[in-house]
């Protein structure tokens, strides 16, 4: 830019940090960390990002708005790229149970387990109370940073339902202000009340069709595993979605080694979540297809999974890897910072790893890295502010939220409590 150009003008300023982490890699750093940076923002958009110097240059700030970060550190905002946030009820009891009990034990016991459980206790619960419920859940994801946020159907299996889990995720976007992606999965197990079959003809004759033509979602996903859908039927219901414009992700390999990753990449899968029981090769052929690796380490936690998901085999295999919470009533967590503290304890993960696949991975898994996951030029102005001096600080304090400032789309956020 010659001197003589007309900068842009920024309305907002956010200085005073001690560190931004851009989620970019810059001289040999995974994070693009800049000491003392600083970021400008018009409207929606993020317009510079650098030191004061450059930000001088690049933007005429004579007229922002300042926030002050108050020595802490700058953050793209959380993208949650696996939720089942809509949810009726609690398995608190079952939860409780297998703590000391095996899963047949529970059974005997007459305590409701399971996404059956669950479906039954959606289906009872009335709309507006699914709403309250779900925007309380909303805001505390919110409130720890994640300003896009995937949501799924899946505990209606049945039409009414199904729809009433929808159009709570569209309701939700206008109660808070985080994004929230909706995602149709009909296909997370089959209603007790019809066979499997049956079922089948209605997901794809009656429900993936309407859902596309009332907009109800961007995404079609399938829980592929021993137990749930086979292979056939979930490119049934995959080739369905994608005939009606619902772009693929698959549940995949979470409890049995499925070969479901051929078909991910025939169909061009946006992602494929769980892995498990995903091969080595498999995942090589998957990163070469450009299909995103979305890991769920509170899933494998809170079940105490007996082969949690291998990150750094998806690392090393050259797939993007993404964190998500899986916020379902299996693994009640909102929090992408509890999700980064398992991913790098138990997973195997770099701090500097989970954060890019909370981040810009999670995004990708979202269709979404040209608009959200890092700190750029042209990008929404997403960010976090922390109370803390430097990056490391996150992970190591491993129960925090030091979040003091939100700013979505380029609007500061009072903090819902
Ligand atoms: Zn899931």
């Not at 959606?122 to 946020?149: H, K, W, Y």
């Not at 799924?152 to 199904?162: D, F, M, P, R, T």
């Not at 159009?167 to 209603?191: K, M, Y």
């Not at 960010?383 to 190591?396: D, G, K, L, N, T």
Request: one cysteine or more.
């Amino acid at each position: 830019m010659t001197s003589s150009a007309p900068k842009p003008k920024a309305d907002l300023l956010i200085s005073g940090a001690a560190e931004v982490l851009t989620c970019v890699a810059a001289r040999g750093d995974p994070l693009g960390r800049i000491a003392r940076g600083c970021v400008a923002i018009a409207g929606d958009r993020i317009i510079a990002v650098g030191s004061a110097a450059e930000i001088s240059s690049a933007a005429d700030i004579s007229a922002a708005r300042v926030i002050d970060a108050g020595g802490g550190v700058l953050a793209p905002g959380f993208v949650d790229c696996h939720t089942h946030m809509v949810f009726g009820g609690s398995r608190s009891a079952e939860y409780g149970a297998k703590m000391t009990r095996t899963a047949a034990e529970v059974a005997a016991m007459g305590i409701p387990a399971g996404i059956p459980a669950t479906v039954a206790m959606t289906r009872s619960t009335e709309p507006g109370r699914l709403v309250t419920e779900s925007i309380d859940r909303l805001n505390r994801m919110f409130r720890s940073g994640s300003t896009t946020i995937e949501s799924k159907s899946g505990y209606g299996l049945n039409w009414e339902h199904e729809l009433k889990q929808l159009e709570t995720s569209r309701r939700l976007s206008q109660a808070c202000p985080a994004d929230i992606v909706s995602t149709f999965l009909g296909a997370h197990d089959f209603p007790p009340e019809i066979s499997p079959d049956q079922y089948m003809d209605v997901l794809v004759r009656e429900m993936i069709p309407r859902v596309a033509e009332l907009k109800l979602a961007e995404f079609c996903d399938v829980y592929c595993d021993a137990g749930y859908y086979s292979a056939g039927q979930t490119r049934r219901i995959l080739e369905t979605g994608l005939a009606h414009g619902l772009k693929p992700k698959i549940h995949a390999d979470a409890y049995s080694e499925t070969g479901i990753a051929s078909l991910a990449i025939e169909l061009g899968a946006v992602s494929m979540d769980h892995l498990n029981f995903t091969t080595p090769s498999e995942m090589k052929r998957l990163a070469e297809a450009g299909v995103v690796g979305v890991g769920l380490p509170a899933l494998d936690f809170a079940v105490n999974h007996p082969k949690p998901f291998d990150a750094r085999a998806v690392i090393e295999s050259g797939m993007t890897l993404a964190l998500a919470t899986n916020l379902n009533p299996a693994n009640w967590t909102e929090t992408m910072h509890f999700v980064m503290v398992l991913a790098c304890r138990r997973h195997g993960l770099s701090s500097e790893e989970a954060m890019l696949a909370a981040t810009l991975g999670a995004a990708k898994a979202l269709c979404r890295e040209h608009d959200i996951g890092s700190l750029q030029p042209g990008k929404l102005a997403d960010i976090q502010i922390w109370a803390i001096p430097r990056f490391e600080e996150f992970v190591y304090r491993l129960d925090c939220n030091p979040i003091v400032g939100l700013i979505k789309r380029g609007r500061e956020i009072a903090l819902p409590r």
